[in-house]
T-cell receptor
Framework: NAGVTQTPKFQVLKTGQSMTLQCAQD?????MYWYRQDPGMGLRLIYY???????DKGEVPNGYNVSRLNKREFSLRLESAAPSQTSVYFC?????????FGEGSRLTVL | GQSLEQPSEVTAVEGAIVQINCTYQ??????LSWYQQHDGGAPTFLSY????GLEETGRFSSFLSRSDSYGYLLLQELQMKDSASYFC????????????FGTGTRLLVSP
């Protein structure tokens, strides 16, 4: 009963380092998403993938890239991390009317 | 752009009823969802209004009026475990959930 699984759960980076957040879902959903959540704010959409083979920008895509590796997996890459990217990142997948979220990845950029 | 406004915090006592309002500034939303998030946890789905009117799920009900750009979440028979943040979210596409989230309302339930 895994649902949406994100790794890593915690990560500390130095400015300029790169890293990839991994996400996998086992619910056979077509659509997947990456959101970020900052203190006192709602979730903001970074990138989404409506179906396997497609990706598109959300509200705050700058500084990020994504890959929809297959139907199950959707990764988020930070090529050159900046302190402004310190946040909690949530991956999600959806069926009509409902998003299912992973437990989040807490990223700190020093 | 699109924005959804919610009160930042609401307080209530166990057993009471509370209403969390959500107003939005765009005409492009196809429906309105509500999510609950406990501190340190992931958001979890509560309800989705695809049509105007009231949707009821147990102790929770949600209402949408697209003509008024307004919705609310109604929580009845409040319990301590309902203390959490609640987010409304408007969806921009009928085919999948491209959601824009409100800034959230922190609900504090006291004994």
């Amino acid at each position: 009963n895994a649902g949406v699984t994100q790794t890593p759960k915690f990560q500390v980076l130095k400015t300029g380092q790169s890293m990839t957040l991994q996400c996998a879902q086992d619910m056979n959903h077509n659509s997947m998403y990456w959101y970020r959540q900052d203190p006192g704010m709602g979730l903001r959409l970074i990138y989404y993938s409506a179906s396997e083979g497609t990706t598109d920008k959300g509200e705050v895509p700058n500084g990020y890239n994504v890959s929809r590796l297959n139907k199950r997996e959707f990764s988020l890459r930070l090529e050159s991390a900046a302190p402004s990217q310190t946040s909690v990142y949530f991956c999600a997948s959806s069926r009509t009317g409902e998003l299912f979220f992973g437990e989040g990845s807490r990223l700190t950029v020093l | 752009g699109q924005s959804l406004e919610q009160p930042s915090e609401v307080t209530a006592v166990e057993g009471a009823i509370v209403q969390i309002n959500c107003t939005y500034q765009t005409s492009g939303f196809y429906g309105l969802s509500w999510y609950q998030q406990h501190d340190g946890g992931a958001p979890t789905f509560l309800s989705y209004n695809a049509l105007d009117g009231l949707e009821e799920t147990g102790r929770f009900s949600s209402f949408l009026s697209r003509s008024d750009s307004y919705g609310y979440l109604l929580l009845q028979e409040l319990q301590m475990k309902d203390s959490a943040s609640y987010f409304c979210a408007g969806d921009l596409n009928t085919g999948f959930q491209k959601l824009v989230f409100g800034t959230g309302t922190r609900l504090l339930v006291s004994p």
